[in-house]
């Protein structure tokens, strides 16, 4: 039983609860959507990386003595051996994040499901060959739903520009069982200057609606590069 990756690297967690929080980023390869902003493209649009067996991961994972393990993407709730994976790790006793977009549905072991639900900013140009397929699998309510009954979780929606806030309160209408203090809103860029430009408006805007501010640390500390 293997699992594609395209990287496995310790940081520290850059968004959302466990911000600051040294971690295992255990990064699977392969997506169902193509999102513009998407900041790890050699997991989306050219999707590459390498067959690891789940004792090779662990054994991995062990070398960096971290209680704290992010499964991440790409979207990793993909490969089916993300359950098995997730369990192993639970045996090992770590403290799971699993980070999704909340479009498929796998009964994974986690602590915290951190899904990223995608807003029609995500979307590629409407001329791209994605578009359409990107567009009928951004959204699964029934998907949402299950995953929010079942699992602690957090909502972490990418912002670009003001009007994207009416869109994040439709997309919350759907699902009124949504605490807003587990919705979190984060700038979309992958520059320091590009957060701060957002953070001006965006930090404000969140707290007036109940909901969190969501910084990306880990941009800020080391910039956008692999591995971090």
Not at 72 to 80: C, D, H, I, K, S
Request: proline share 7%; glycine share 6%.
């Amino acid at each position: 039983m293997a699992v594609r990756l395209s990287e496995i690297f310790v940081s520290i967690q850059g968004e959302g609860r466990y911000t600051g929080t040294r971690s295992v980023f255990v990064r699977t390869t392969g997506c169902n959507l193509r999102c513009v902003y998407c900041d790890t493209p050699d997991t989306s649009w050219s999707p590459r990386g390498t067959a690891w067996s789940i004792d090779e991961i662990l054994a991995e994972v062990a070398r960096y003595d971290c209680e704290h393990v992010v499964l991440t993407g790409g979207e990793p709730m993909l490969p089916p051996e993300i359950v098995p994976l997730s369990q192993a790790l639970r045996d090992s006793g770590h403290v799971i994040t699993v980070e999704t977009a909340g479009t498929v549905d796998r009964p994974v072991i986690a602590d915290l499901l951190s899904i990223s639900p995608k807003l029609s900013n995500s979307r590629p140009d409407k001329e791209h060959r994605w578009f359409s397929r990107h567009v009928e699998v951004q959204h699964q309510p029934a998907v949402m739903q299950r995953l929010m009954t079942d699992y602690d979780y957090q909502l972490k929606f990418v912002i670009d520009t003001p009007d994207d806030l009416r869109e994040v309160e439709d997309y919350l209408a759907v699902l009124p069982t949504v605490d807003p203090q587990h919705v979190w809103l984060m700038p979309q860029g992958i520059s320091k200057s590009a957060l701060a430009e957002r953070q001006l408006w965006l930090e404000p805007a969140a707290n007036a609606r109940g909901y969190r501010y969501c910084p990306r640390l880990h941009i800020e500390m080391f910039g956008h590069q692999r591995g971090t």
